[in-house]
């Protein structure tokens, strides 16, 4: 079964850090480009970042590029998204989901992890 | 970046009523690219249909996709129970992947 898990949201303030990471299970996770998609609260989806299966191509947001850093470990199947100098815009429910390459959609989906900025 | 509108924005049905959820795209681009998710409260998105009109693994013959160019459709033959919930559209034919705002079928 697969099973995509995140971690590491949590409440900070205007122009903290957060390091989200997401652990994958049930599938070849070094086959796979993994992407981050959030969902402000009461709102829709908005893609964020992602990164292909050897890190050679790393993708941002405009809204996040400069202040996220999306990183993988494979060896440990593991996604990560460094988040520095927050603001209360991206206050959001963050999901981890996976992607066979770039002509496919985003076939699985952890439940996400809430980051919520505010003083 | 491809703007993605749906339309309607609510659609109230009872069960074992069509649902016809509409996707329109600010420029055109292959259908191969365009993905429909289905969404329900406190939970992740799920992928129904790729491609247009190829639907995800496990997905019911109920779900049906169609379109091209700058007009796609989501058609759910007979509404289920747990067919309520959020449909959103998607394209991943350029970067950056963007999202329809979603379109809420309820009873």
């Known amino acids: 079964e697969v099973q995509l898990v995140e971690s590491g949201g949590g409440l900070v303030q205007p122009g903290g850090s957060l390091r989200l990471s997401c652990t994958a299970s049930?599938?070849?996770?070094?086959?796979?480009?993994m992407h981050w998609v959030r969902q402000a609260p009461g709102k829709g989806l908005e893609w964020v970042s992602g990164?292909?299966?050897?890190?050679?191509?790393?993708i941002y947001a405009d809204s996040v590029k400069g202040r996220f850093t999306i990183s993988r470990d494979n060896a440990k199947n593991s996604l990560f998204l460094q988040m520095n100098s927050l603001r209360s815009e991206d206050t959001a429910l963050y999901y981890c989901?996976?992607?066979?390459?770039?002509?496919?959609?985003?076939?699985?989906w952890g439940q996400g992890t809430l980051v919520t900025v505010s003083s | 970046e491809i703007v993605l509108t749906q339309s309607p924005g609510t659609l109230s049905l009872s069960p074992g009523e069509r649902a016809t959820l509409s996707c329109r795209a600010s420029?055109?681009?292959?259908?191969?690219?365009l993905a429909w998710y289905q969404q329900k409260p406190g939970q992740a998105p799920r992928l129904l249909i790729y491609?247009?009109?190829s639907r995800a693994t496990g997905i019911p013959d109920r779900f049906s996709g169609s379109g091209s160019g700058t007009d796609f459709t989501l058609t759910i033959s007979r509404l289920e129970p747990e067919d309520f919930a959020v449909y959103y559209c998607?394209?991943?034919?350029?970067?950056?992947?963007?999202f329809g705002q979603g379109t809420k079928v309820e009873i």
């Open positions: 998607q394209q991943y034919a350029r970067s950056p992947s963007t």
């Open positions: 990164i292909s299966s050897g890190s050679g191509d790393i």
């Open positions: 491609g247009t009109s």
């Open positions: 989901t996976s992607r066979r390459g770039s002509g496919w959609p985003f076939d699985y």
């Open positions: 049930g599938f070849t996770f070094g086959d796979y480009a």
């Open positions: 420029q055109s681009f292959s259908s191969s690219y």
